[in-house]
């Protein structure tokens, strides 16, 4: 698992997939959240703008990324 630093202690799910790599585009996110895909501290999450804080896990398509500051 990697862990990802977000120089603040609060991003929203959306934009941390993208800094993560897990996602490529913004539009892949929406899509991939939406259709339950993305799952955060291992239960699935459907909200884009969530609000995700150290410590938190999120995976999607096998690769998992955890949120540091």
């Known amino acids: 698992m990697r862990e990802v630093p ?14 993560a790599d897990l996602i490529d585009t913004g ?4 899509i991939l ?5 993305v799952t955060v501290n291992g239960e699935v999450d459907t909200r884009r703008g969530r609000q995700l804080r150290p410590g938190d896990v999120v995976a999607v398509r096998g690769r998992a990324a955890r949120v540091i500051v």
Do not use: Y
């Open 6 to 19: 977000v120089g603040s202690d609060m991003i929203r799910l959306g934009q941390f997939l993208k800094l």
């Open 27 to 30: 539009g892949e996110a929406k």
């Open 33 to 37: 959240i939406a259709s339950g895909d």
